[in-house]
């Protein structure tokens, strides 16, 4: 009846009572609220809202529905989380890379919502990688190397693990509410001290405006800060993919090119890890500015290097990930060039279009059960800005089979733009502060 009360008050527009709130995300973890109960629970937030009071009741509940976990460590427990876009692997430069820095980071991740990859299946594309450990297994990682990119373990907030997989099936991934919820209460029960937020904004993101991502971004603070983690937030730019390959094997392939040292395989990735990093840093106290070189540092150097793969190592892959990681990493059977249709400079790209032909390709879920298939994807995505003739190439299509590649050829043309002359926005587009 609890959870029949609950979605009632949704359909109703009236305000939830805390209570029942808490119950009902009790009752998410132990199992007495069904999937269709979740599933209705989903959409009337979406569409009703909870509002700000209700917003924080549900992170809470859903953080302590669950193990929250606490250290001893001889430096600051940070992390970061990115609200999902296209290209977007900082996850796997910033961990190590933080860590080289002195700090130590249990990133609990997610996998794919919707046209967004995610953190998890990008790890899981290095052979042998188990990215599902226990509690012991996470403190000895972090101890260890000094960062953990990892699932949450079954007793952290295992009620944002029920919900999650059914806002990925049900169409309600974008709600500001769910989505605070959803961060916050497996990042809040890391035991963290500092949290950076990168908000995407555009094309490839969930929140396609400004004024959207600035809503979530405040959301996401404002909670989090009220919850006692020091918190701020980046708006950055996802009118493109944030780096030039879209598939999980791809991506972890650009992000060791990265970590190896070659900021020009993938710019934009460098440059908002070290901005995120160093945001992360300076709510510890440090500089901004000498975080940032400190982090850059840590990068060019190959010290984040060889944090990554120690940590890859101690979840189960391979022990010279650093060394040879181009041999460890599945390749499509098929590779080949999408064309532009014509002459022109590339203006604009359908990012949530980009997406979704990934996962038509088999890159991501379009149901719970789907099986990811790590290789196929995108790579040289070109940039915005770029001048190209009819017939050059504008990415690389890596696919299963001839049909599939042949399709997802087809919607990569149908997601560009070709006009004269182009403005991109900043990177970063804005900040909000604690």
Request: glycine fraction near 12%; include cysteine; hydrophobic fraction near 45%.
């Amino acid at each position: 009846m609890g959870a029949r009360a609950v979605n009632a008050r949704l359909r109703r527009g009236d305000p939830v009572d805390p209570d029942e709130l808490r119950a009902f995300a009790k009752g998410l973890a132990d199992g007495s609220v069904s999937d269709a109960q979740a599933g209705a629970f989903a959409m009337g937030v979406c569409l009703r809202g909870l509002g700000e009071e209700g917003r924080v009741i549900l992170t809470e509940a859903m953080r302590d529905s669950g193990d929250v976990l606490r250290w001893d460590l001889p430096g600051p427990v940070i992390d970061k989380h990115s609200t999902g876009g296209l290209g977007d692997c900082v996850s796997l430069v910033l961990a190590p890379a933080l860590a080289a820095c002195g700090a130590f980071v249990p990133m609990i991740s997610g996998r794919g919502l919707g046209h967004t990859g995610g953190t998890l299946d990008k790890m899981e594309a290095i052979p042998g990688v188990s990215a599902q450990i226990s509690e012991e297994k996470l403190r000895q990682v972090v101890g260890e190397v000094g960062c953990a990119v990892v699932g949450a373990t079954g007793r952290i907030a295992p009620a944002d693990r029920r919900l999650y997989a059914v806002r990925d099936v049900t169409g309600t991934v974008e709600s500001v509410d769910l989505i605070t919820a959803s961060i916050l209460s497996k990042k809040l029960a890391a035991g963290l001290e500092a949290l950076v937020l990168d908000v995407k904004c555009g094309s490839g993101a969930f929140m396609k405006s400004g004024d959207e991502a600035l809503a979530l971004a405040r959301s996401l603070v404002t909670t989090a800060n009220g919850a006692g983690c020091r918190t701020a937030a980046l708006i950055t730019d996802m009118d493109e993919p944030l780096a030039p390959a879209l598939g999980n094997a791809l991506e972890v392939g650009i992000s060791m090119e990265v970590l190896s040292g070659n900021r020009d395989a993938a710019p934009r990735l460098h440059d908002l890890t070290v901005a995120l990093a160093a945001r992360a840093l300076a709510l510890t106290g440090e500089d901004e500015d000498a975080a940032a070189a400190r982090v850059s540092d840590a990068i060019a150097s190959g010290a984040a290097m060889e944090r990554f793969a120690r940590m890859v190592a101690l979840l189960g892959g391979p022990p010279d990930m650093d060394a040879d990681w181009r041999a460890h990493l599945k390749r499509a059977p098929v590779v080949g060039d999408v064309v532009a249709p014509a002459d022109g400079v590339l203006t604009a790209w359908d990012g949530e279009a980009l997406g979704l032909a990934v996962v038509a390709m088999g890159g991501g879920r379009q149901v719970e059960t789907d099986r990811i298939d790590p290789a196929v994807g995108l790579s040289d995505v070109r940039p915005l800005g770029t001048r190209v003739a009819r017939g050059e190439p504008v990415a690389t299509a890596h696919a299963a089979d001839e049909a599939s590649a042949e399709a997802a050829a087809q919607a990569v043309q149908r997601a560009l733009t070709l006009g004269e002359g182009f403005a991109g926005p900043d990177l970063v587009i804005g900040r909000v502060e604690p």
